[in-house]
Every structure is written in C-alpha cells, then in structure tokens.
C-alpha cells in the first residue's frame, strides 16, 4: 500500500473517531470536564510519541516502526468499544 493511502486512512481514522468520542464518552457517564480530558489525552499522547517513534524511525526500520504503530493503533482503536467508564476510554485514547 503506498504512504499516501496510509496516511490518508489513518487520518480518516481518527476524524471519525474524534467525532464520535463526545458522544460515547457521554453515554457511558462522563461529564463535560472528562469530556474534555479525553479528548485532549489524544492530543496530548500524540505530541509526545511523534518524537519518541520519529527518533526510532530514524535510527530502525522505519517501515517496521511504521506498521506497528498502525496495528497498535488498530488495535486500541477496537479496544474503544469495550470500555465501560470515562477513565477506561481516557486511557485507551491515550493508546490510540
């Protein structure tokens, strides 16, 4: 698969995950401060790994970087639909 559709379902991805965590997150209890922390535990996870994983990319594989953050990713962004409370789903998009 080239990097471009790579990069563009992944983005995909995580747009449609971005919508729909509010949603979720309200459903399973949150309030609007949880909410908010979910929301930005993503963020914040991503600022974060972007340097660790870019650094090992550097020094490693980096297709093997690549496709394993991208099978992690898959993987936590299945575990969202087993969560049952706000702080379940914040750890895990934390995860993704």
Known sequence: MH???V???TQLAIASSL???PVF???IGASDFEVGIIASAYSLSTFISSNIFGRLSDFYNRKIILLS???LSALFFFAQCFVETPWQL???RALV
Request: proline share 6%.
């Open 25 to 27: 997150a309200k459903e």
């Open 3 to 5: 990097a471009p559709t």
């Open 19 to 21: 919508l729909f965590i």
């Open 69 to 71: 953050g991208l099978l």
């Open 7 to 9: 990069n563009f379902l």
């Open 90 to 92: 914040i750890v895990v």
